[in-house]
Nanobody, 116 residues
Framework: QAQLVESGGGLVQPGGSLRLSCAAS????????MGWYRQAPGKQRELVAA???????NYADFVKGRFTISRDNAENTMYLQMNSLKPEDTAVYYC??????????WGQGTQVTVSS
């Protein structure tokens, strides 16, 4: 059964860094474009970054130059390195496939709080 588990969130000061991990179970991971999403209180979930099965990447404008997405298909794991964090990056971060028709059940996500 396909499952996604996010980890690595926490409380960090503005300008700090965090590295998120997404562990996937199931054989869907290596062949799908995967993405990191986030949802802040009172806001809709939004796509932050995406990575193709071959490693091609794409980023939302608001994280370009600060976040780096990567994946390890052999380990069914995806990462999000977040640098120069801002208070507006505070949200619950999730991973999932990018193709809407292939979206899996959302995991619990991992909370990222950027505050002094």
């Amino acid at each position: 059964q396909a499952q996604l588990v996010e980890s690595g969130g926490g409380l960090v000061q503005p300008g700090g860094s965090l590295r998120l991990s997404c562990a996937a179970s199931g054989n869907f991971f290596p062949i799908n474009t995967m993405g990191w999403y986030r949802q802040a209180p009172g806001k809709q979930r939004e796509l932050v970054a995406a990575i193709t099965s071959g490693g091609g990447t794409n980023y939302a404008d608001f994280v370009k130059g600060r976040f780096t997405i990567s994946r390890d298909n052999a380990e069914n794991t995806m990462y999000l390195q977040m640098n120069s964090l801002k208070p507006e990056d505070t949200a619950v971060y999730y991973c999932n496939v990018v193709t809407p028709s292939r979206l899996l059940d959302w995991g619990q996500g991992t909370q990222v709080t950027v505050s002094s």
